[in-house]
Structure formats: structure tokens, C-alpha cells
T-cell receptor, first 116, second 116 residues
């Protein structure tokens, strides 16, 4: 149980284009999903908290117009990197809290984004 | 401001021995703590957690100890196995049941290597 998937697992795009990453909770309902970013040899940095049916809450320093988050259902959240630049290249990971569970977050496998 | 710190970037242990991973935090308002295991290019996997009202939680080979007065927690793995080799992150949650939706603050991670 508590499986979270992400799609795509890796993507290469050209500078200036937009990329959408999907995060799905497969066997539970997630009222809250989180988006993280990890640079090489660094910790996971929370980008935003996404609640189903409401606007995402972004962490300080994260551009909400650049990283668009939509949480349209209890099992799906999407992150769209708009007008991507090479500095946006990173490993993006989502997590989800089980609506009926405790405080553990279950993580997806991550998406490697490379902007050329 | 690094609120959760893992001061040992790496730890090497012999198979069958105990692995002790340490974590310190500065925010006394954290009310829930978690340990995650992570392989390169994958999402973190939840291992074990502990509420701030407890000082010990055990699950199989994994035990987490919490010392609130010292703002310190540790993860003990006994006996250690080569398959335990990975990066271990501790994480802390603030107001896990309230309006912060349980967002996590991660430490920098400790690379554990278990030698056969």
C-alpha cells in the first residue's frame, strides 16, 4: 500500500518550453501533496504544499508563476515548469499524505528534468 | 537556517553490527519526526517515525530514539545488512495535525555503507 507514482521519470526539454510532471497516489486518497526539489548531493527542499481543490502554498523563494501546481483530485497533482531554463534542471519529487492516515508522507520515484 | 541537521555525512559499518544515525534539530515546536531511506535517482522510502510525546519507537530492526531535552534523535539499525546501504534522511514535522499540513523539514542526509 501507499504507492505514489510520477510521470515522466525523466524528461529533456529545450530552454523556453514548459514541462508538466504528474504525481498520483495509486492506492489511497491524498488530501495534501507536496513538491520537492533535490540538487546533487543536497537535501530535499520543499517547494510547495498542494491541497485538493485549493491554491498551492509556496515556500519562500519559489516562484509560483514559474512552478504552476494543480491538485484537481484526491489522487492527482501536477507541477508545470514554465519557460524552463537550464538552472531549472533538477530532480523533482512529489509526496502525498494519506487522507485517512497519520503524518507520514509517501514519496514518488522522482522526475529528472534536464533543460538544454 | 538549517533547522534539522545530520552532522555525519557518511557512516561505514560491518555487516551484523549496529548502525547509529544521528540527527539534531533546533525548533522545539517540531512535533513529529521521521526517518527515510533513499537510493540515488529514486524517491525516499519511509522507514519509521516517532511522535514528540514518545521517546522510543521500534519496528523490526529499526529503532528510533528521541531526546527532546537535547533536541536529538537517532536511528538504530540492528543487525545491519548490506542492503541497508543508502542515504538516510531524518525529517521533522511542525504542527503535523494542523494548518501546516505536516510539511517536512529534512536533514542533509547520511550515507550509510554496510560492508559484508
Amino acid at each position: 500500500g501507499a504507492v505514489v507514482s510520477q510521470h515522466p521519470s525523466w524528461v529533456i526539454c529545450k530552454s523556453g518550453t514548459s514541462v508538466k510532471i504528474e504525481c498520483r497516489s495509486l492506492d489511497f486518497q491524498a488530501t495534501t501533496m507536496f513538491w520537492y526539489r533535490q540538487f546533487p548531493k543536497q537535501s530535499l527542499m520543499l517547494m510547495a504544499t498542494s491541497n485538493e481543490g485549493s491554491k498551492a502554498t509556496y515556500e519562500q523563494g519559489v516562484e509560483k508563476d514559474k512552478f504552476l501546481i494543480n491538485h484537481a483530485s484526491l489522487t492527482l497533482s501536477t507541477l508545470t515548469v514554465t519557460s524552463a531554463h537550464p538552472e531549472d534542471s533538477s530532480f523533482y519529487i512529489c509526496s502525498a499524505r494519506d487522507r485517512g492516515g497519520a503524518y507520514e508522507q509517501y514519496f514518488g520515484p522522482g522526475t529528472r528534468l534536464t533543460v538544454t | 537556517d538549517q533547522q534539522v541537521k545530520q552532522n555525519s555525512p557518511s557512516l561505514s559499518v560491518q555487516e551484523g553490527r549496529i548502525s547509529i544515525l544521528n540527527c539534531d534539530y533546533t525548533n522545539s515546536m517540531f512535533d513529529y519526526f521521521l526517518w527515510y531511506k533513499k537510493y540515488p535517482a529514486e524517491g525516499p522510502t519511509f522507514l519509521i517515525s516517532i511522535s514528540s510525546i514518545k521517546d522510543k519507537n521500534e519496528d523490526g530492526r529499526f529503532t528510533v530514539f528521541l531526546n527532546k531535552s537535547a533536541k536529538h534523535l537517532s536511528l538504530h539499525i540492528v543487525p545491519s545488512q548490506p542492503g541497508d546501504s543508502a542515504v538516510y534522511f531524518c525529517a521533522a514535522s511542525l504542527d503535523a495535525g494542523g494548518t501546516s499540513y505536516g510539511k517536512l523539514t529534512f536533514g542533509q542526509g547520511t550515507i550509510l555503507t554496510v560492508h559484508p
